[in-house]
Structures are given as structure tokens and as C-alpha cells.
């Protein structure tokens, strides 16, 4: 999931350490959200969020992915056609 954290981060001005203490989290998963190579728990982006104060949908952006979540293969008929989509 794309997200703006580094940008959001730097225009505050703290570091990746820095927003893990505020968040409850290391530096190192900061990096990995920040990176794309984690998607961080929904309470988890509900906390960065509110560091920035900005809505969760303004950090994350929320766009349709190439990659198919075990949420999006229970969505399936019989056929693999989806019974409703998400936004």
C-alpha cells in the first residue's frame, strides 16, 4: 500500500525513530511501511495518522492492487467472479 509517511514525517520534521516511539514501534518498521515492504494494522495506521493529524486516507493511499488478499479470494463465487468490490 502506497503511503506518504516519509513526506508527512519530513515536513514534521522527526525522524523514523522518533515517530516508532510516538507510535509504539521500531524505526525499522517504520522503515519497512514506509518502504512498502510491510502494510502496518489498521490501529497501527490509525496511530501515524494521528501524529500527522490527518485522516488515515490522506497517509494511505488506498488503491487497488495487483496483489490478490486472502480477503479479496473469499469474496469469489463458484466461478472466481467477485460478489461486490471494495471502493
Same mark, same amino acid.
Given at each position: @500500500?502506497?503511503? /506518504? $509517511?516519509? +513526506? *508527512? /514525517? +519530513? +515536513?514534521? &520534521? $522527526?525522524?523514523q525513530e !522518533? *515517530? &516508532?516511539? @510516538?507510535?509504539g514501534t521500531s524505526r525499522q518498521a517504520i522503515n519497512a511501511i514506509e518502504t512498502e515492504k510491510f502494510e502496518p494494522s489498521i490501529w497501527l495506521a490509525y496511530d501515524i495518522s494521528k501524529v500527522f493529524d490527518c485522516p488515515i486516507e490522506e497517509v494511505f493511499l488506498f488503491e487497488e492492487s !495487483? /496483489?490478490? =488478499? /486472502?480477503a479479496d479470494s =473469499?469474496? &469469489?463465487?463458484s466461478n472466481g467472479n467477485k460478489k461486490y468490490s471494495i471502493l
Open positions: @500500500m502506497k503511503n /506518504r $509517511i516519509r +513526506e *508527512l /514525517r +519530513e +515536513e514534521k &520534521g $522527526i525522524t !522518533q *515517530l &516508532g516511539a @510516538m507510535v !495487483q /496483489r490478490k =488478499s /486472502r =473469499s469474496r &469469489g463465487d
